[in-house]
């Protein structure tokens, strides 16, 4: 059984930093797309940043130059650090894994994904 576990959430000031982790176990040897969603209530879940399995990224404009997506393999576990964090940052982030290709174009697309963390709360105040 797959399971991703997020963690890293927290409450900041604007400006300031938080790397959140996401830790994937109950499968060996696949290679995989993974990505971070983030959702407001009342809002549709969005992609925030993603990898590919050949290790190309993909950023949402809004947070290019500012947010960096990484994994290491070995420990199964796929970052997201976050700087100079902005009020409109705040929100549910979401790890989501697929085992298998995706086009580059759609490593955003959350209905893309198989397999999702439960979340973690990141809050930013102005």
């Known amino acids: 059984q797959v399971q991703l576990v997020e963690s890293g959430g927290g409450s900041v000031q604007a400006g300031g930093s938080l790397r959140l982790s996401c830790v994937a176990s109950?499968?060996?040897?696949?290679?995989?797309?993974m990505g971070w969603f983030r959702q407001d209530p009342g809002k549709e879940r969005e992609g925030v940043a993603a990898i590919d399995n050949n290790g190309r990224v993909k950023y949402a404009d809004s947070v290019k130059g500012r947010f960096t997506i990484s994994q290491d393999n070995a420990k199964n576990t796929l970052y997201l650090q976050m700087n100079n964090l902005k009020p409109e940052d705040t929100g549910v982030y979401y790890c989501a894994a697929i085992f298998g290709p995706l086009e580059w174009w759609y490593l955003l697309h959350s209905d893309q994904y198989e397999y999702w963390g439960q979340g973690t709360q990141v809050t930013v105040s102005s």
């Open positions: 109950g499968y060996t040897g696949s290679s995989s797309c």
